[in-house]
Structures are given as structure tokens and as C-alpha cells.
């Protein structure tokens, strides 16, 4: 049995802190001393097992952007109830909250248009750079010209492949991927390196738009989610002093609650500006997005969707009248179904049962194969930009290779009587494309090959259609669809899943639906959109969101039951295996994400059992010198501040300061020469709420940014009016699992832990979210390891 062990204070020399970097995880002393202490108890029999070494937390500080690492940071969502924000919102008239009301709505409506015009622009982007491709190959077919054809066809996919990439590895590596996961750790309170930048937003856009139109399996919708984010996030900066563009009213934005409020609008508008889903946008980030949730959020995320469907609406009007190129098709509903009759039976019930495992159980799979070759995506991409662009060129080689070469093992079709579309299709998008058969006859597996990934949707989709593909030109689509969909993702090149994956379930969907055709009384179009709705909830693990997108992309609300009974089931099966794919690639990159549950083992802790030390404490009037130094020596974001006699009677915690707000306080070099408290005017008077705010970009004041003398080092400085004098505290004795909900439920950044002896120190360790990780706790007490893979409950 661990037994308590006696309390070591020392005065801080400015000696090496082992921990290095370390972000914020510490243990109390206290005044400016660091207390080396361990806590037990023999309170408990179940705690009797629960013992180890005590270390430091030097798990999950990094995180993988691109191919690289870099150190994390927790947001601030938390509101620092100080004397300047006392001050401020006592001081704040009407007109100034009228002023930050009217200023959230503008942002919020800015997010919506800005959002809907680069959805549109990539819409436009990819039918014509695609379309000039596709239709210029398909011309040198028709010449019987089919070496220079495959030439042809290759060489621009691997020129746009080569830029796409180049672009990404040079100048945005965090852009590369779909940007889901990373926006979903952000959302969660997880600030990476350059993830929502400028020119992280520059590369989505454009490299999203040269991935897409070089022919590679994937797709736009997980880029314009960040996209969106992006964009909301550039808005949210509160302005750009080096830009001159500033305005007094955004400084109200200049703090993570707002930005998070924004960027969750923003990956809302992504979805809708991708699949013209605008209640399927707001579902998404209800389901999958964001990690706090409230009505008044749901109120500005549907108004936002709401301007990107206006604004689709109105450009697409626009393109109809043929002033767009290529682009011209569709409306605000891409797979029109609605003029399908969806009637079903007992037997249909019964396929649909099946399609729904299936589902499951290729959507694990997929998982489970993504998860090993990112792995070792990861060992190449390490090598540095050239490799990352050699393997996007080798992969746009293998599947130009795929997409030209499978359809020469399909047979010719005769093109049907009653084709609606003209058959074969010559110079644009179609049903039935020729390729290398005579006159009158088409190419089933051309059709969907040759054709954007998101006309190739449309065709499977097609109702009246039943003939019109044999089944094996089904399975080999299928097979290359969910070969190329897992070795495509991984690239140096912004991509998403969402199509892939809706791809190869329309796929073999309709390959059910073709087999099922004599006894079944659905159309093989419908059974296309199960198969796509399986297969998505077998990856994604989303089922609400999704069953919402796909109604708005078909039209379809007859078939409301039957979507939502696949999503159900493959969702169910595939939890059975693994993790959502997003889940697992927010593992992958070591974005130390917190769950809303606590894991099992968590109940079997007490929160004194993971602090780690040691952690540096302030007195509430400091020497600046010893701030300087333990700035320099430590990475740690919050300082708990204990004021001690002559001070106070006793020891007692007055709150928590900020790194941030320390760096402004000694910039404004308020010093005295004696240990004493300054009134409260003089640093009121000095500084304003908005000077603490948190600059965008990274731009905020550095330690290195602070000219401090040798005469200035050996003064003191007033901390009071800065410090946060209302942080949330917890009992040492609070089981772990208990805190965790409170952390992850509050959006904390710093959970302090006040000891049950009252003689003791005020504080005995502050808990941060490395605290919670799986990685750090399980370091401490392997015995608690479970036997099974760690999975997210729901």
C-alpha cells in the first residue's frame, strides 16, 4: 500500500525542468517553490494495486500535420474571470452588445456566402478542367488512336496530381487529407500547427480542385468542411493589425468561445456547399463536428447553411443558361431519384438486412486497411517533400492505368431502344460512353469509369437503368473502387473519403439489386443509395447526418426507412471491429482527442493519482525575474497564483494565470520595487480587457518579444487584477472518470485539484487534457490495460 509521503519544498533556482516543453501538465507548491509530493491513501482496497513511480506527463505533445510534428496547444474556452473582465462588462453599454450581436450574425452570414462560392468555384473548376480532359481523350478514341489516347489521359492526370502535391508539400502539408479529423480535434479543444492558416486554406482549394479533376478516387466534401472551417476561422481572427484590418467592434471575437462557435458554422457550410445539404450540414456538425452544443449555435449554423443553399441556388440558376462551360447539370438535388417509386416487400426487407451487414462489415475493413497503409504513407512521406509528390505521381499512374485499362476486359453492349440519352454519348457526360466499341454499342464499364466521380454516382444511381451494366463490369468497378479508394487516401493531396465510399456502395448495391431484379420490386438505383448509405455507416459511423445528406441528394423521402434501418445495422456490425474512420486518424496523428464518456478504467482512480510534477506556483506579487525564468524553462500554458503571509493569513489559492496574459503584463512593465499590492485602478487604468484577447495566426506577444533589464528582473509585479480567481476545482479524492465528464463537459483547458486536508498546500496539481490520455495513464498503471483495442461508445 502506497503511503503518503512527507511534503519537500525548495525555492526555485532556475534549474533544467526535465520536462522540457511539456504544455501544461504540473503539481503544485506552494508560494514560488515546486513541491515534489505523492499522495496515497488506505482508505480504499481497490486502490491497493495502484502503485507506481511517479513521472512526469511527457505523453501526447505532438501531433502529426502533413508528414511532420509539432507541439499542441489546448484552447482557452474557459472564461477568465478577472478584474479586467469585470471591469469590461460592467463598463460595456448597449449599444456595444447590440454591436457584438449584429457583428456574430454578419460573420455568421459572411462564412455561409464565402463558403457557398468556393464550393461552387470547385464545381466549376473540376466539370471543366475534368470535362476538357475526358473529352479530349474520348476524341482521340473515336480516332482509334488509343496509345496516344492513354498518353494523353495519364499525362494530365499526372500533371495535375504533380501540382496538386507540389503545392501541398511545399507550401501546406497540414491541407493534405480530408481536414475532418483535424477540425473535429479543434472543435474538441485542440489547437495543431498551421490547421486552419491562410495558406492551409489556399492549397484546400486549389489542391482539392487539381486532385479531383486528375481522376483520383476521392472526393471534395471532407476538404470543404475545412475549407469552411478555414474560412470562418480567417473571419474570426478579430482583424489584422499588419493588414490594417482592424476594427474596434472585433475585438469581441478575439477569444477561442467565438472562433469555436464560428468554425463549427463554418464546417456546417462545408458540408452544404458540398453536397447541397444544408440540414445535412447542421446534423453533421451537431453528429460528427463539434463537442459542445447549444440552441442558439443550432440557430446561426442553420442560417448559415441556409445562405450557402441561396447562394448555390442562384449561381447554378445562372450556369443553365450555358455561360459556365462544362458545368451546367443537376440543381440543388445532384442524384435526382424522386421520379423512382419506391414500393417494397417482405423479400426487399430481407436484401436490405443483408446490404446492411455487408455494409458493416466492408466498412471495417476499410477502416482496418486505411489504418495499416497510412502507417506506411507515414514512412515515406517522413522523407520530405520529393517523396511525397513521387508517391502522388505513382498513385495517379496506377489508377490512370486502372481507369483506362479495366475497361477493355468489359464486353460491348448494345445501346437499349428506349435509351432517353443519346447512346453511344459523344463529347460529354453520360450513360454510355463508347470507348472502344463500334457504332451503336457502349462500354457499361467505360460509362463509369470515364465519367467525374460525381457523374459516376449519378449513373449508378440512375433509375429505369436495370440492364444497363453486367455484373461484372460491376465487380471489377467495385474491386477498383475499393482498392484505389484505401491506397488514394494518404497522398500529399487534400482528399476526401465521402465519395469513395459512396461510390463503392452504389456499386455493390446495385449489384444486389441487379441479382435481386426478377423477385424484388425496388429499382436497382434504389438499391444503389442503400448500398451507398451501408457502406457510409460502416466507415464513418455517422447515421442521422448522413441519412439527412443522402435524402437531400436523391429527393427521395419515400425511402426514409429503409436508409435509416442500413445505417442502423452496417453501424452496429462495424462497431463490432473497429473505431470510425475519423476517429482513428485523430489517433493517428496523436491529436489527443477527449471522448464525452470516460473510459471503464478510469472509475478505479482517484484524480491525485495522475498529476504529475513538477508544476510552478506564483505568489500573487512576484519578482519578475522568477517569472522570466520559469517562462523560459517551462512550456506551461496556466500558473496556479498562492498568496501566502504577509500576503494573507494563511496559504491560500487565489486562481490561475495565463501564459498569454503574464506575457502582456510584463510588456507593460508595471514595476514596483516592493513586495506590495498596487490598486486596482492603476492596472485598470493601464490595460483593457481587449489587450488580453488572443491574437490569430500565432502572432500573439512571445517571451522573446519582452526587453526586460537586469534592474527590472530583480522588481516586482502585481498579478491580481490578471489572475482567473474563479478556476474550477476538484477534490483530490474525485475518481478520475468523474473529472473527466466535468473536464470534457466545461471545455477546460486546466482542472485544478485542491487537497482534503486544510492544512495542507491550497492546491495539490492542476489536471490538463494530456492528463485524461489513454497513453498517460495507462504508462502509470499497465496492469489496467484492457485486453481489447479501445473503442468509442455510443
Not at 650 to 663: C, D, F, I, W
Request: net charge neutral; with cysteine; glycine share 10%.
Amino acid at each position: 500500500m502506497e503511503s503518503e509521503a512527507p511534503h519537500h519544498h525548495f525555492r526555485w533556482d532556475g534549474g533544467n525542468d526535465t520536462r522540457g516543453t511539456d504544455i501544461e501538465s504540473n503539481l503544485a507548491g506552494p508560494g514560488v517553490s515546486m513541491s515534489l509530493e505523492r499522495n496515497g491513501s488506505d482508505h480504499s482496497d481497490l486502490r491497493e494495486p495502484l502503485v507506481r513511480k511517479r513521472t512526469m506527463n511527457t505523453t501526447s505533445q505532438i501531433a502529426i500535420v502533413g508528414a511532420n510534428v509539432y507541439p499542441i496547444e489546448s484552447l482557452d474556452y474557459e472564461i477568465v474571470e478577472n478584474d479586467l473582465f469585470k471591469q469590461d462588462w460592467r463598463s460595456r453599454q448597449k449599444i456595444q452588445i447590440v454591436e457584438y450581436i449584429v457583428l456574430k450574425w454578419t460573420l455568421t452570414m459572411l462564412i455561409g456566402l464565402l463558403t457557398g462560392l468556393v464550393g461552387f468555384f470547385n464545381n466549376l473548376a473540376v466539370e471543366n478542367i475534368a470535362g476538357f480532359k475526358l473529352l479530349l481523350t474520348s476524341d482521340l478514341m473515336l480516332k482509334h488512336r488509343y496509345a496516344l489516347a492513354f498518353f494523353t489521359y495519364a499525362g494530365c492526370n499526372m500533371i495535375l496530381a504533380g501540382t496538386a502535391a507540389a503545392i501541398c508539400a511545399y507550401i501546406a502539408p497540414a491541407a493534405a487529407g480530408s481536414g475532418i479529423p483535424e477540425v473535429k480535434a479543434y472543435l474538441n479543444g485542440v489547437d495543431a500547427h498551421s490547421i486552419l492558416a491562410p495558406s492551409t486554406l489556399f492549397v484546400k482549394i486549389f489542391g482539392s480542385i487539381l486532385g479531383v479533376s486528375a481522376g483520383f478516387v476521392l472526393g471534395k466534401e471532407g476538404p470543404m468542411v475545412h475549407t469552411g472551417a478555414c474560412i470562418a476561422n480567417l473571419l474570426g481572427q478579430g482583424g489584422s493589425r499588419k493588414y490594417h484590418l482592424t476594427w474596434r467592434g472585433l475585438r469581441y471575437f478575439k477569444n477561442d468561445r467565438d472562433r469555436r462557435d464560428l468554425i463549427t458554422c463554418g464546417s456546417a457550410a462545408g458540408v452544404a456547399a458540398a453536397f447541397r445539404a444544408p440540414v445535412g450540414g447542421v446534423l453533421f456538425a451537431l453528429e460528427e463536428a463539434a463537442s459542445w452544443w447549444r440552441s442558439a449555435l443550432l440557430w446561426r449554423t442553420f442560417f448559415t447553411t441556409a445562405i450557402v443553399a441561396v447562394v448555390l441556388r442562384g449561381l447554378i440558376q445562372f450556369c443553365k443558361s450555358g455561360k459556365c462551360g462544362l458545368f451546367g447539370e443537376g440543381g440543388l438535388i445532384m442524384f435526382d431519384l424522386s421520379e423512382s417509386v419506391a414500393t417494397y416487400s417482405m423479400p426487399d426487407l430481407i436484401a436490405i438486412l443483408v446490404l446492411g451487414v455487408v455494409g458493416g462489415v466492408f466498412g471495417g475493413l476499410f477502416n482496418f486497411l486505411l489504418d495499416k497503409l497510412l502507417r506506411t504513407y507515414s514512412i515515406i512521406n517522413e522523407r520530405g517533400a520529393p517523396f511525397k509528390i513521387l508517391l502522388t505521381i505513382t498513385i495517379s499512374l496506377l489508377t490512370s492505368c486502372c481507369s483506362f485499362g479495366l475497361p477493355w476486359l468489359a464486353s460491348c453492349t448494345k445501346c437499349p431502344a428506349d435509351a432517353v440519352e443519346q447512346c453511344p454519348t459523344v463529347s460529354r457526360s453520360g450513360n454510355y460512353k463508347n470507348f472502344q466499341c463500334p457504332p451503336g454499342y457502349y462500354n457499361g464499364l467505360a460509362s463509369l469509369f470515364f465519367n467525374t466521380n460525381d457523374d459516376a454516382i449519378r449513373i449508378l444511381f440512375s433509375s429505369g437503368t436495370q440492364n444497363e451494366f453486367h455484373l461484372s463490369s460491376l465487380f471489377i468497378f467495385f474491386t477498383a473502387i475499393y482498392s484505389l479508394g484505401i491506397i488514394t487516401y494518404g497522398i500529399a493531396v487534400p482528399s476526401g473519403l465521402f465519395i469513395p465510399v459512396i461510390l463503392a456502395g452504389a456499386t455493390y448495391g446495385r449489384i444486389v439489386g441487379t441479382i435481386l431484379g426478377p423477385i424484388t420490386d425496388l429499382d436497382p438505383g434504389l438499391f444503389a443509395l442503400l448500398g451507398a448509405a451501408s457502406f457510409l455507416g460502416g466507415t464513418m459511423r455517422m447515421t442521422v447526418s448522413v441519412c439527412v445528406i443522402l435524402l437531400e441528394l436523391t429527393n427521395e423521402l419515400l425511402m426514409l426507412p429503409l436508409v435509416m434501418l442500413v445505417l442502423l445495422i452496417s453501424k452496429t456490425i462495424a462497431d463490432g471491429f473497429n473505431k470510425g474512420v475519423y476517429d482513428q486518424i485523430v489517433v493517428m496523428k496523436g491529436l489527443p482527442y477527449m471522448e464525452a464518456h470516460a473510459e471503464p478504467y478510469m472509475r478505479h482512480l482517484a484524480a491525485r493519482d495522475v498529476i504529475s510534477g513538477p508544476l510552478i506556483s506564483f505568489s500573487g506579487v512576484e519578482q519578475v525575474g522568477n517569472i522570466i525564468r520559469a517562462l523560459q524553462l517551462t512550456g506551461h500554458n496556466g500558473f496556479p497564483v498562492v498568496d501566502e503571509p504577509p500576503l494573507s493569513d494563511t496559504p491560500e489559492l487565489v486562481g490561475l494565470v495565463l501564459r498569454s496574459h503574464l506575457l502582456v503584463l510584463l510588456n507593460g512593465k508595471r514595476f514596483t520595487k516592493d513586495r506590495v499590492t498596487q490598486p486596482r485602478e492603476n492596472v485598470l487604468m493601464r490595460f483593457g480587457a481587449s489587450d488580453f484577447g488572443k491574437s490569430g495566426l500565432g502572432k500573439g506577444l512571445k517571451l522573446q518579444d519582452l526587453e526586460i533589464t537586469d534592474e527590472e528582473m530583480e522588481m516586482y509585479v502585481d498579478m491580481h487584477p490578471i489572475v482567473n480567481t474563479s478556476p474550477y476545482t476538484v477534490a483530490e479524492t474525485m475518481s478520475l472518470a468523474k473529472a473527466q465528464v466535468l473536464f470534457r463537459a466545461l471545455g477546460l483547458r486546466h482542472l485544478c485539484v485542491v487537497p482534503k486536508n486544510p492544512k495542507g498546500p491550497p492546491i495539490a496539481g492542476i489536471l490538463t487534457r494530456h492528463d485524461f490520455m489513454p497513453e498517460h495513464i495507462l504508462g502509470l498503471f499497465p496492469h489496467l490495460k484492457p485486453t481489447k483495442p479501445l473503442r468509442a461508445t455510443t
